[in-house]
């Protein structure tokens, strides 16, 4: 991070909105740049590597949100937090299949936006600055946890820096039923809201990561409760 200030890149086509909300996380000692399309935030985010995170809105014309998204995620796993109309339940938890850490509804207050970006800026940083940077193994399952690199049966497999951090909570806590609540704040970094599935959203994808590589039934949903990673995986029926 330049002068240990966050380098912000904020991308959306309400100017106006821009301007308002550069100026008040420059205000809060972000550093903030601001991009209008989808195109050039694409452009952008694929030839540089100065920002710490992005700041997307869904709605962009042309190219969307969610095509900037995906085209990112292919190559970089640059921390995003997805701008979402409220109610657009669909387009969030779309967002967060394709790999966003978190979202925020528009419009949103500039102070929590602040607040969100410094929660993913903790997350992705606290396991870096573990001490121990020796890996864990359970299930075939190889995290490094020093270079942020999991391996299955050999094989890599590319997580975001959310559900890297999911995948090391659980496995630290083999055996032990989380809450969705201590996993949203742990986590995420933020405590569990209404109608809140951003965390259900990382297990699945973490699911669906280690069963393309031949690893199934080890992280079970407990019902109104959380998620356990399971000492023995769980049959299949």
């Given at each position: 991070?330049?002068?240990?200030?966050i380098n912000?890149?904020?991308?959306?086509?309400?100017?106006?909105?821009?301007?308002?909300?550069?100026?008040?996380?420059?205000?809060?000692?972000?550093?903030?740049?601001?991009?209008?399309?989808?195109?050039?935030?694409?452009?952008?985010?694929?030839?540089?590597?100065?920002?710490?995170?992005?700041?997307?809105?869904?709605?962009?014309?042309?190219?969307?949100?969610?095509?900037?998204?995906?085209?990112?995620?292919?190559?970089?796993?640059?921390?995003?937090?997805?701008?979402?109309?409220?109610?657009?339940?669909?387009?969030?938890?779309?967002?967060?299949?394709?790999?966003?850490?978190?979202?925020?509804?528009?419009?949103?207050?500039?102070?929590?936006?602040?607040?969100?970006?410094?929660?993913?800026?903790?997350?992705?940083?606290?396991?870096?600055?573990?001490?121990?940077?020796?890996?864990?193994?359970?299930?075939?399952?190889?995290?490094?946890?020093?270079?942020?690199?999991?391996?299955?049966n050999g094989?890599?497999?590319?997580?975001?820096?959310?559900?890297?951090?999911?995948?090391?909570?659980?496995?630290?806590?083999?055996?032990?039923?989380?809450?969705?609540?201590?996993?949203?704040?742990?986590?995420?970094?933020?405590?569990?809201?209404?109608?809140?599935?951003?965390?259900?959203?990382?297990?699945?994808?973490?699911?669906?990561?280690?069963?393309?590589?031949?690893?199934?039934?080890?992280?079970?949903?407990?019902?109104?409760?959380?998620?356990?990673?399971?000492?023995?995986?769980?049959?299949?029926?």
């Amino acid at each position: 991070m330049e002068n240990d200030k966050i380098n912000v890149l904020l991308v959306d086509d309400d100017k106006d909105l821009c301007a308002l909300l550069q100026e008040f996380l420059e205000g809060d000692g972000f550093r903030v740049d601001a991009i209008h399309s989808g195109d050039e935030a694409i452009k952008t985010l694929l030839n540089t590597d100065q920002y710490d995170t992005v700041v997307l809105d869904i709605m962009l014309p042309g190219t969307s949100g969610l095509d900037v998204l995906k085209s990112v995620r292919a190559e970089k796993q640059t921390p995003i937090l997805m701008l979402t109309g409220r109610g657009d339940d669909i387009d969030r938890i779309v967002g967060l299949e394709l790999g966003a850490d978190d979202y925020l509804p528009k419009p949103c207050n500039p102070r929590e936006l602040g607040a969100r970006i410094r929660a993913i800026i903790r997350r992705t940083q606290y396991l870096k600055a573990t001490p121990s940077a020796s890996p864990s193994e359970l299930h075939g399952i190889h995290l490094d946890i020093g270079a942020r690199q999991v391996t299955v049966n050999g094989k890599s497999v590319a997580l975001t820096g959310a559900e890297f951090n999911a995948l090391s909570y659980l496995m630290e806590r083999v055996g032990q039923t989380i809450s969705k609540q201590e996993m949203t704040q742990e986590v995420l970094k933020r405590p569990l809201e209404a109608y809140d599935r951003a965390m259900d959203v990382h297990v699945s994808r973490i699911r669906q990561k280690l069963s393309a590589a031949g690893v199934t039934n080890v992280i079970q949903s407990v019902r109104g409760v959380g998620y356990q990673m399971l000492t023995v995986p769980q049959q299949s029926e």
